[in-house]
């Protein structure tokens, strides 16, 4: 397993299997993602035998407080049952591996949420596809986003660090040492997105209750996830960014000291993008002889080819 295997809408990858045989390719998941990442392609609509090219379906309730069903627009056909057995069938024959899914967003199959539902042939409700709901119900440890989002860069790269990290966390050994390095190399990322679970995790990493290496390493692994779906803000990003700042100041001048504080400020005031101060100081990390600072994978918790916080 050397690259994280992400769970993706089939149509998302360029393959003609929408209802009307095109596709809806996403460039950026086709022409950079996937140089550092695999992809488990699905479509639930494909694989209720639906075929291309087909009638359109869509998401409807009969009764207002009724439950949601999925019909074809022209013959009216209830299709619920079928996708709802298919939703159980794909779930079943994913990969054990995943790190992620990419779904197809306003699908009345893959949609996680805002799909239109519809009440006596108006949009009534929004709610989530037959088969993202399905899967959003079996509480996974692995992010879920829809393509939509990925055009954010914030919650692009947010998604992309949850990848990673499931993926790194995932490849770990039910070794202590291991554990406490791995812990160690993620200090400043777990502090960006929640402090007191990097607390946590790191009295879990210390084994001061003496656990079994094996139940040490699944608590860790589920509670680091759990620090990664916490929100990263801008103040959470400043204080990991003062952190990082401390290990530097030793071999700074006075001037240079009050200037990145002076940035780290500006930056939680949203008044300084993050690549103006990444770029700082990733040269002040490069040049330092703190080795401790280099291992961090604040900066790039993903692969470095990847640049998503160019963006940011």
Not at 130 to 135: E, G, V
Request: with cysteine.
């Amino acid at each position: 397993m050397k690259k994280p295997l992400i769970g993706i809408s089939s149509c998302l990858l360029g393959n003609n299997v929408r209802y009307d045989g095109t596709h809806k390719k996403y460039n950026w998941v086709v022409d950079e993602l996937s140089l550092y990442a695999d992809f488990h392609p699905i479509c639930p609509e494909m694989e209720m035998g639906l075929g291309v090219p087909r009638e359109t379906v869509r998401l409807e309730k009969k009764e207002k407080d009724g439950p949601v069903q999925m019909v074809s627009n022209k013959n009216k056909t209830n299709l619920t049952q079928l996708a709802k057995d298919t939703a159980n069938v794909l779930y079943e024959s994913l990969p054990s591996h995943l790190d992620g899914f990419i779904l197809k967003k306003d699908s009345p199959s893959c949609g996680p949420e805002r799909v239109k539902i519809y009440y006596k042939d108006m949009p009534f409700e929004k709610g989530a596809g037959i088969f993202a709901d399905h899967l959003l119900k079996k509480s996974l440890d692995y992010p879920i986003i829809h393509e939509g989002r990925l055009h954010n860069p914030e919650l692009r790269e947010d998604f992309i660090i949850r990848v990673w990290g499931h993926f790194n966390v995932h490849k770990l050994k039910a070794k202590i040492s291991d554990i406490q390095n791995f812990h160690k190399k993620y200090k400043f990322v777990l502090l960006s997105f929640d402090e007191p679970s990097f607390r946590e995790l790191g009295r879990i990493s210390a084994n001061n209750k003496n656990r079994e290496p094996e139940e040490v390493l699944q608590l860790y692994q589920k509670t680091f996830m759990q620090a990664l779906f916490q929100t990263r803000t801008r103040k959470k990003q400043a204080n990991a960014l003062q952190h990082i700042y401390g290990f530097l100041k030793n071999e700074l001048k006075e001037k240079e000291k009050k200037n990145i504080l002076k940035l780290i400020d500006r930056y939680k005031e949203n008044n300084l993008p993050f690549v103006a101060l990444a770029t700082m100081m990733q040269h002040l990390i490069d040049i330092s002889s703190n080795d401790y600072i280099k291992d961090q994978y604040y900066f790039f918790p993903y692969p470095e080819e990847l640049e998503l916080f160019l963006d940011l």
